[in-house]
């Protein structure tokens, strides 16, 4: 194999390899604690969320705020995340986007209420 051949065939390799890190490395990881701080039409909360994320986009994990406790459902694609919960036959949506550490959007309380949310993960100590 000449030099330039074998060069060739390490670039394309070194490439291929980069590329699969990036997108590996772009896709978002929820999992872990989340400190939440709410704003709605009915109040501002700090509510925690445990979350658990159990592959590339389905996500399970625990709320528990002003509204009491509940198990959470969710969904990530790409950096959307989606998660719900029912407390006391309410629907709780927070639809939003996560970003490293970071994650904010909407949150719908059911019949309740309607805002926003921004989230920042805990620190793991590791």
Do not use: H
Not at 20 to 48: C, H, I, L, Y
Not at 99 to 116: I, R
Request: charged share 20%; hydrophobic share 35%.
């Amino acid at each position: 194999m000449t030099k330039s051949r074998l060069f060739f065939a390490v670039l394309v390799c070194s490439m291929s390899v980069m590329t699969a890190f990036t997108v590996e490395m772009q896709k978002p990881r929820v999992a872990g604690t989340w400190d939440m701080n709410v704003q709605t039409s009915m109040g501002n909360g700090t509510p925690v969320m445990i979350l658990k994320q159990e592959n590339d986009t389905l996500v399970t994990g625990t709320y528990s705020g002003q509204l009491g406790e509940a198990p959470i459902k969710g969904v990530v694609k790409g950096n959307e995340v989606k998660l719900e919960f029912t407390v006391s036959d309410n629907l709780i949506q927070y639809t939003g986007i996560v970003d490293g550490e970071n994650m904010k959007g909407t949150v719908k309380l059911g019949t309740m209420a309607e805002g926003t949310f921004t989230g920042k993960r805990r620190e793991t100590g590791n």
